[in-house]
């Protein structure tokens, strides 16, 4: 096929001659969607459970809460796991806490036990 305006030869499928640029019939008689393609769309993030968020804010409980405060109208189901995550983190962290003080605190008496008594009871 020929452009009817410069008269170079181009293919047969053209839709727009490449050298002048100028419509070929091959642009009128092709349907619109063909030559103005949109970006393809991509499938909505789906709202589930998902444990490796509930990890996450059980580990870093920061994050899990930043993560529930975002998700929580959009995601509730997911915003929910991490939110679950970082309540246990939390609670976890203080259980260990007061059972660590627990253990100073007799590990301690147990040691020094008979020295603080003295020391104690001199004072009086």
């Known amino acids: ?6 008269g170079a030869q181009i293919d047969d499928k053209a ?3 490449p050298h002048c640029g100028v419509p070929t019939d091959n642009y009128y008689a092709a349907p619109p969607h063909s030559y103005n ?5 991509t499938a909505p993030e789906r ?12 580990f870093f409980p920061i994050v899990g809460l930043i993560l529930y405060l975002v998700w929580m ?3 509730p189901l997911r915003a929910k796991s991490c939110g679950k995550g970082a ?4 609670i976890t962290q ?12 007799v ?7 008979p020295t603080i008594s003295l020391f104690a009871t001199a004072a009086l």
């Open 73 to 75: 109208h959009t995601m």
């Open 1 to 6: 096929m020929y452009c009817r305006n410069c």
């Open 47 to 58: 709202d589930e459970p998902n444990t490796g968020f509930a990890v996450l804010g059980f």
């Open 37 to 41: 393609q949109t970006a393809p769309q």
């Open 107 to 113: 590990t301690t008496l147990i040691i020094y036990g």
């Open 87 to 90: 309540l246990i983190g939390v």
């Open 15 to 17: 839709v727009i001659c």
């Open 94 to 105: 203080v259980a260990l806490s007061v059972l660590i003080i627990i253990m100073v605190v």
